[in-house]
């Protein structure tokens, strides 16, 4: 999905019409889910700050909709098999996820000198 999901986040509808890009149906809060998906998380904005030549929204979690395979035994989402990709602004660049670097409670109890060091 990733060239379709590039496309349409960066060419404005001014200049091309990206109804027909993917199929979808409406979520139960009104928005548009995209069928081939494997994750959607429907949205509302509470609150949006104005910086400079940028706009960050602060949203609430309407619903989650989660392709079944990527579903644990309890129902929970499966990241190891679903592996969310990330897209980070200041490099416009997308990540990759999956790894994991530890169990939240499980590092050391004291603060002081880091775990590990920068590369």
Not at 70 to 90: A, Q, R, S, W
Request: charged letters at 25%.
């Amino acid at each position: 999905m990733l060239p379709d999901v590039d496309y349409v986040g960066s060419v404005s509808s001014t200049k091309a019409d990206k109804s027909a890009v993917f199929e979808y149906d409406l979520g139960d809060a009104g928005t548009p889910v995209i069928r081939r998906a494997p994750l959607t998380i429907e949205c509302s904005v509470a609150d949006v700050y104005n910086t400079p030549n940028f706009e960050s929204f602060i949203c609430t979690i309407d619903n989650t909709y989660v392709a079944e395979e990527h579903l644990n035994e309890k129902g929970k989402i499966n990241y190891d098999t679903l592996k969310p990709v990330l897209f980070e602004f200041p490099t416009y660049q997308y990540l990759r996820t999956g790894e994991v670097i530890g169990k939240c409670l499980s590092f050391k109890k004291t603060p002081g000198k880091p775990m590990w060091r920068a590369r």
